[in-house]
C-alpha cells in the first residue's frame, strides 16, 4: 500500500466530532460537581490558589481550565489570575438573574459527565487500577497494561492507525530527510509513520522501538507496504532500552502520552543518543503557547487526560525541553494534518 498518497478529502471535522463530547462533559463537570464558577465569582485567583480550592491536581487543573478558557467562559489576566467572563458571570453563577446552570445539571449524572468527574477528581486514567485489563495506552514496566495483551494490543493500535493513514503522507512530504540515512522510530507503534518516510526516500532505513504487542501490527504493515527489508523491529520499554544509533529520532504523537517529569525524561533520552548534528522531531498537536485553547485540541487534551498519564502541550513547551536537552529549535512548527505539526531540534 502506497503511505505517501494523499487523501482526496479533509477528515480533521470527524475527528473535531469524534472528541466533541469533551465539551459539554468539561463544562457540565465545573457546573454541577465542581463549583468552579462559583469559585471564581467569590474572587479571581491564580490557576494554583483555584487547584487548591476545587482540590484537584495541576494536570487536571490544566486540562479543565485550558478548555474552559477556549471555550470562553473563564478568562487570564495579564497577570497570570483567572476570571469570570460575561456571559460566565451573567449566566453560570447560581441565582444570578439569567442562570443557566440548572438547564446544564440535567445531564449531571450522565455517565460521561461522571466518568470525566472521576478522572478530574483521582487525576488517574481509565483503567489504571483495573489489574486485569490495565489501562489503555501506558506501557510502562511495572504497570499493567493493554498493550502487553495480544488482543487489546491489536485492537488499540489498529484504532490509532485511522489516524495515522491520514496524516503520515502529510507528514512524509513535509519532514527535510536531507542527510538522513537511518531514523528511530520510538513508540512508532503502526510504523505507518515510518513507512510514509521510507517510501518517500528509497535510501532511507528505520528502526521502530515499542512493545511486542504493537510491533506485530506495524510488521503487517510493513510488509503490505512492502518495506519490511528496510525497517528493523526492536521491543522494549523506551524510557529504558537503549536507543539505535541513527542520525533522526522521531517521537510522533508519544509525549502527549505522559506527564512533565517522563516527557523531559525521554526527550533527554533522545537527545543523549543523537550524533552532533543529529534531528529530533516531534510530531505532535500543540496547545497554544499561553495554554487558552484552540478548543480541539482541548478536547483533545481531556481524552489524552482520560485515557494516559499525559495531556495536549503547547510549542512553548516542548521547545523548553528540547532546549534543557542541547538541542538547538525551529521557530515554527510545521503544520501536517488533523491539528498535527512537526517541531524540529538540531544536536551541535
Not at 465542581?34 to 487548591?52: K, Y
Not at 519490511?228 to 521491543?235: C, E, K, S, Y
Request: charged share 20%; proline share 5%.
Amino acid at each position: 500500500m502506497n503511505h505517501t498518497r494523499l487523501p482526496e478529502t479533509n477528515p480533521t471535522p470527524l475527528f473535531e466530532l469524534f472528541r466533541s463530547n469533551y465539551s459539554s462533559e468539561l463544562l457540565i463537570a465545573a457546573v454541577a460537581h465542581l463549583g468552579v464558577f462559583s469559585a471564581l465569582a467569590e474572587r479571581a485567583q491564580s490557576i494554583e490558589d483555584l487547584g487548591v480550592t476545587l482540590r484537584l491536581a495541576p494536570r487536571a487543573m490544566n486540562v479543565l481550565l485550558t478548555a474552559l478558557r477556549a471555550m470562553g467562559t473563564v478568562q487570564r489576566r495579564a497577570d497570570g489570575v483567572l476570571e469570570l467572563t460575561p456571559i460566565s458571570q451573567e449566566h453560570l453563577i447560581p441565582g444570578g438573574a439569567f442562570y443557566v446552570g440548572d438547564y446544564g445539571s440535567l445531564a449531571a449524572q450522565a455517565p460521561g459527565v461522571l466518568a470525566i468527574v472521576e478522572r478530574l477528581r483521582t487525576d488517574r486514567p481509565s483503567g489504571a487500577d483495573d489489574k486485569a485489563k490495565g489501562a489503555a495506552f501506558i506501557f510502562r514496566e511495572g504497570l499493567e497494561s493493554a498493550m502487553e495483551q495480544e488482543a487489546s494490543a491489536r485492537a488499540l493500535t489498529l484504532a490509532l492507525a485511522g489516524r495515522a493513514k491520514n496524516v503520515a503522507p502529510y507528514m512524509a512530504s513535509r519532514l527535510d530527510l536531507g542527510g538522513i540515512r537511518h531514523l528511530v522510530d520510538v513508540g512508532g507503534g503502526t510504523g505507518l509513520y515510518s513507512i510514509a518516510l521510507l517510501q518517500t526516500s528509497p535510501t532511507l532505513t528505520a528502526t521502530i522501538l515499542d512493545r511486542p504487542e504493537v510491533l506485530k501490527v506495524a510488521a503487517e504493515f510493513a510488509e503490505a507496504a512492502g518495506v519490511q527489508d528496510r525497517l528493523t523491529l526492536v521491543a522494549g520499554d523506551m524510557f529504558a532500552a537503549p536507543l539505535p544509533p541513527a542520525q533522526a529520532i522521531l517521537l510522533s504523537n508519544i509525549l502527549h502520552d505522559w506527564d512533565l517529569p517522563q516527557c523531559r525524561d525521554l526527550v533527554g533520552r533522545c537527545v543523549a543518543g543523537l550524533p552532533a548534528g543529529g534531528r529530533l522531531w516531534i510530531h505532535d498537536v500543540f496547545l497554544d503557547d499561553d495554554l487558552g485553547g484552540p478548543l480541539p485540541i482541548a478536547l483533545y487534551s481531556a481524552a489524552l487526560f482520560s485515557l494516559t498519564e499525559g495531556r495536549a502541550y503547547s510549542a512553548a513547551e516542548y521547545r523548553a525541553w528540547m532546549s534543557e536537552a542541547g538541542l538547538r529549535v525551529a521557530d515554527a512548527v510545521v503544520s501536517t494534518a488533523v491539528h498535527c505539526g512537526v517541531l524540529t531540534g538540531w544536536k551541535g
